[in-house]
């Protein structure tokens, strides 16, 4: 019932961060959600990302679309969507929601 965010070292290979989610299967409901930010990173809260590191609220806000119920995407086109499954080094632009996002979001809560 309690979310938590830890970093530690996830045992694949090229996982950046990974999120949890527990919920009601009968009310669909999200009790609880954990995210893991893997230490095999290194982690930057700079207002202008840093160079050779994982921008964390870049990546903290895919994470927490997890948690509110969100999946992946991987289409190519898609690169721009927060929900893209693939982060990089010094990335920033996906530290908020892009247009999909929004549409998925809405879907989801109204």
Known sequence: GANTLVWGNYPTNGVIAVTILWY???TKT???????????????????GEAGKMDLQNIATHEIGHGAGLADIYQDGAY???????????????????TGDKVGITKLYG
């Open 24 to 26: 009601n299967t009968a």
């Open 30 to 48: 999200i009790v609880e959600f954990d995210m893991i930010f893997d230490t095999d990173y290194a982690w930057s809260a700079s207002v202008l």
């Open 80 to 98: 721009q969507e927060t929900m893209y499954g693939y982060g990089a080094l010094a990335e920033t632009i996906k530290r908020d929601l892009y």
